[in-house]
Structure formats: C-alpha cells, structure tokens
C-alpha cells in the first residue's frame, strides 16, 4: 500500500514529543463514528452471553487472565465488567450495559473496524509519526459502562505491548463525549521521557508484572476531555489512566496499539503469542 502523508504540523509534533500525547480533533466524521457503534451493536446483538466469557481488570488481571483472554489476541471477544454479575453469578443488567470491552481482533477480522483501522487516514498519521513498517498488533472497542465501568490504572502501554526498541503507540478513538464524569483518559504530561518503568511478562507462572507498581500523585494527571470523533495519539511510555464511570452516560471509544516491526524485535515474552504474523499497513 502506497501512503502519502499528511504531515502533522511542526507544533503537533513538537507537543506530542514534549507530552507524550496529543489530540486531534475531528479526526472521524459523525458517519464513521454512526457505522462504528451500529456494527458494535450489531456484534453485541449476536454474542451469547451463556457462553464462555471473562471479567476484564486491570485491577486483577493477573487472576481474570485465562485462555479466553489469551486467545482473544486472534478473535474477536467480549469481556464482561467485574460489577456485571451478582452474587450468584447472574447478570444483574443487559448484555449491552454489562460488557468491559471486545477485543483483540477487530481490526482484522471485522470489516467494518477494518475499513477504518486500516484508512488511509490512518496509515498516513503513522507515517507522519516515523513508522516504516506499522502494525496494529491488537484493537479494543471500549465501553466504560454507566455506574459500572471500571478504573483503569496507572500503565504504560509498552509494559504490555514490547519490542525491542520500543516502539508501541496508542490510538484512542472517542465514540463518545469522553468527560471528568465518565471516565476520560488522564495522563502525566512528558512522564514518557523518563522511559519504561515496569514489564507485563508471560511466563511459565502464568501473566506477572517483573516489578512493583510504583505510587503516582493525582495532581501530576490532566484529564484529556475530547469530543466524540477525536482521536487520541498515545506515546508508548505515557503514563495515562482512566477512573471508574460513575454517571449515567457511556464513554465508548475504539483503541488500536500499533508497534514498528521493521528493525524492531517483538518480545517473546509478551501476553500476546500470535499464530500468524499480522500484516503491515504499509511498508515505507
């Protein structure tokens, strides 16, 4: 695929190195973002949730990873939040308003969340960010539940995601108004350049991280309000979060990670163990 860049300016640039993040507006047209959501409801609508399922947490992932979870990396799965289900196990709410996120396949298998993960649009921001030969190594369709979507804590997206150099980069896509109340991103602005801080292993034991998280103060975070159709770039070692939706409004938004494979060496250890070498979006 040949892609022709639409350059970022010298001061998106320039933010994005000094902050580790950077936010363009409108990057979706209300129509992208209508077909988004109405294929997600579609997939909602046909997904069992009598069959096997997860609880998805960063709080525990430790614990909720399991083979499901593992073999999402090729499929497209649903992952319930820790707050859907009662004492009993039974769903206290609809499927709809009980699910934490469908992952990690979308980009891939689905042709709706194909067209756009795989725009020229998108391709050429990878470009413009330096990529010579891009992959989106997995995609999220991100819910954040009304009252019970839960906090995502304090990460950095290379700790999951590793090559050798790093070269991870996120892209978060609001579906939604994503605000204070419902749980938008905060982030520790430049907490990128102090590099990595700890690793999400693989091993025989099972998922681990190799060190201790370590303490952050709320006063370092912005919160990152944007409007739906914006997209969100997120530097591989930002430190950025999100808190638990409280409100009565969903936050959805379609998160693609995306590593350079060229020169770069996917980390043998990561969570994510793929069958089949995923395609490039393009090769500079």
């Known amino acids: 695929m040949m892609v022709i860049a639409k350059n970022l300016t010298s001061d998106q640039l320039q933010f994005f190195d000094s902050n580790g993040y950077l936010v363009l507006e409108s990057f979706c047209n209300p129509d992208e973002i209508k077909s988004l959501r109405l294929r997600m409801d579609y997939l909602l609508d046909e997904f069992d949730a009598s069959g096997k399922a997860s609880i998805f947490s960063t709080k525990n992932q430790q614990k909720t990873s399991d083979d499901y979870f593992y073999e999402s990396v090729e499929k497209i799965s649903f992952f319930f939040e820790e707050k859907a289900f ?3 196990g039974n769903l206290k709410q609809a499927k709809q308003v009980s699910i934490n996120k469908v992952g990690h396949a979308l980009h891939e298998l689905d042709p709706e969340f194909k067209r756009f993960s795989s725009s020229e649009k998108l391709s050429s921001l990878m470009l413009s960010l330096g990529y010579q030969r891009p992959v989106i190594i997995q995609s999220m369709y991100i819910f954040k539940q009304p009252g019970i979507g839960g906090e ?8 999951f995601l590793h090559t050798d150099p790093t070269t991870c980069t996120g892209l978060w896509l609001a579906l939604q108004d994503a605000t204070t109340t419902n749980g938008c991103l905060w982030a520790i602005p430049g907490s990128h350049k102090a590099g990595l801080v700890r690793r999400f292993i693989r091993d025989e034991k099972g998922v681990h991280f190799d060190k201790p998280s370590p303490s952050y103060e709320l006063e370092d975070f912005v919160p990152i309000e944007v409007k739906a159709g914006t997209l969100v770039v997120i530097h591989g070692d930002l430190i ?26 996917w980390s043998p250890d990561n969570w994510i163990r793929r069958t089949v070498d995923p395609e490039p979006l393009y090769t500079s």
């Open 86 to 88: 009662d004492d009993d």
């Open 240 to 265: 950025h979060q999100s808190f638990e939706n409280k409100s009565s409004t969903s936050r959805h938004a379609y998160s693609l990670h995306v590593i350079d494979t060229n020169g770069c060496r």
């Open 152 to 159: 995502v804590v304090p990460h950095q997206d290379n700790s």
